[in-house]
């Protein structure tokens, strides 16, 4: 009851707002996520090599990239950059993308690495990702997520490295923010701008279906305690 009660918690407030991010990606290969396992091994590789292009390479070469440590080093690898950065008297335009982008591989390196935590704290045996794809592969190791933490690795995977040129936050209130990178406010970058709008829409309509199905969801709960 205790589990349920938090699981169900979580849902409620994981339906309090609605983000919509558009991403420029040079290169669409339409390659699907894989296992969670995987996906963090691609993950710690897109920052390292992102961090190295950055002038911040892992100092450790022997991290076998995925598994916790690596996501600890390159934390801190990005708050050496963030330092750097913070302590230059002016940016260009371009060193303060590379400095949300290091912003960025802290925090998600940082919520990477709770999950972990979270696993081990369950007493989970094989908690850490100490493995390469080829082994997650042949020996198929268990990583029992909870949905929220599941949802944390995917979102991440899907963003990557990748530039976030509009996102638009919508809170359960009415409250509603978007967020514009100065690259795209010009009027060459109408479709990029019309393409944002239709995904809003289009998650606005999934949202209202969802938070239907929730509150059906609640109402049956409620039913079975009385």
Same mark, same amino acid.
């Given at each position: ?50 961090? #190295? =292009? /950055?002038?911040?390479?892992? $100092? ?10 690596? &996501?600890? @080093? +390159? ?21 303060? #993308? =590379? /400095?949300?982008?290091?912003? $960025? ?10 999950? &972990?935590? @979270? +696993? ?107």
């Amino acid at each position: 009851m205790k589990d349920l009660k938090k699981q169900v918690t979580k849902i409620a407030q994981d339906l309090l707002n609605l983000e919509v991010n558009t991403i420029i990606k040079p290169n669409i290969s339409g390659e699907k996520m894989r296992t969670p396992r995987h996906a963090l091994i691609d993950i710690a590789k897109w920052y390292s090599r992102k961090l #190295a =292009d /950055l002038g911040f390479p892992l $100092r450790d070469e022997s991290i076998r990239l995925g598994d916790y440590r690596s &996501f600890d @080093a +390159l934390r801190e690898r990005a708050h050496d950059g963030i330092r750097e950065k913070a302590a230059a008297k002016s940016l260009t335009p371009d060193e303060e #993308a =590379d /400095l949300l982008m290091l912003h $960025r591989i802290k925090d998600m390196s940082d919520q990477i690495k709770e999950v &972990f935590n @979270a +696993l081990e704290t369950r007493a989970f045996k094989a908690w850490d990702n100490s493995y390469t794809h080829e082994q997650i592969a042949r020996e198929r190791p268990s990583f029992p997520l909870t949905p929220d933490e599941l949802v944390l690795i995917r979102k991440v995977w899907e963003m990557g490295v990748e530039e976030i040129a509009l996102q638009t936050v919508i809170q359960l209130d009415g409250d509603v923010m978007t967020r514009v990178n100065p690259k795209y406010t010009t009027g060459e970058s109408k479709v990029v701008h019309e393409i944002h709008n239709q995904g809003v829409s289009v998650s606005l309509r999934f949202w209202k279906e969802l938070i239907g199905v929730v509150k059906d969801f609640f109402e049956t709960i409620l039913k079975m305690f009385r």
